[in-house]
């Protein structure tokens, strides 16, 4: 999937980083847990760090952003549906395998498998993620709740 006019260019690196990163030999790596999202850390550096995370039927994120990290994220298997809010209307775009993302700092959004199957998904930030704002959709805006800090929460 070709990035959009949208994407910011600054996360393109991003967005080439998981598409790089994106190894078959990741299918395995990550064992599904049957009901919750598991995830490890495959690499951090100075500037970005690289996730994997396993999604099983019917998981969801909830709507939050990544602090001060732009992100990118591609599907390796399954889908999942996005969820973002543009002050306008509730947006839902189903990403498959091959699919990438790239969004920058600020980004707000809900990420679901709304599937019946577990879904495998690598996501990169950067800088490397030291807080997570967490909001509540109310139908016309987000509100937001709190601020999660690497370490503590996650």
């Not at 393109?12 to 995830?39: F, G, I, N, Y």
């Not at 704002?133 to 690497?150: H, I, K, W």
Request: proline share 6%; charged share 20%.
């Amino acid at each position: 999937m070709a990035h959009s006019l949208a994407t910011p260019p600054a996360v393109l690196p991003l967005l080439e980083l998981v598409r790089d990163a994106a190894d078959p030999e990741l299918l395995d790596l990550l064992d599904p847990h049957p009901a919750d999202r598991s995830w490890i850390r495959l690499l951090a550096t100075e500037d970005h760090e690289l996730w994997l995370i396993s999604w099983p039927a019917g998981a969801a994120t909830d709507w939050h952003d990544h602090g001060a990290s732009a992100g990118a994220f591609t599907v390796l298997r399954g889908t999942l549906t996005e969820h973002t809010f543009d002050g306008g209307g509730l947006q839902l775009v189903d990403h498959h395998v091959g699919d990438a993302k790239a969004f920058g700092a600020g980004y707000a959004h809900d990420v679901r498998n709304a599937s019946d199957h577990p879904t495998l998904s690598l996501h990169a930030y950067s800088p490397r993620l030291t807080t997570m704002t967490r909001f509540r959709f109310l139908g016309d805006r987000l509100e937001m709740l709190g601020v999660e800090r690497a370490g503590e929460e996650w």
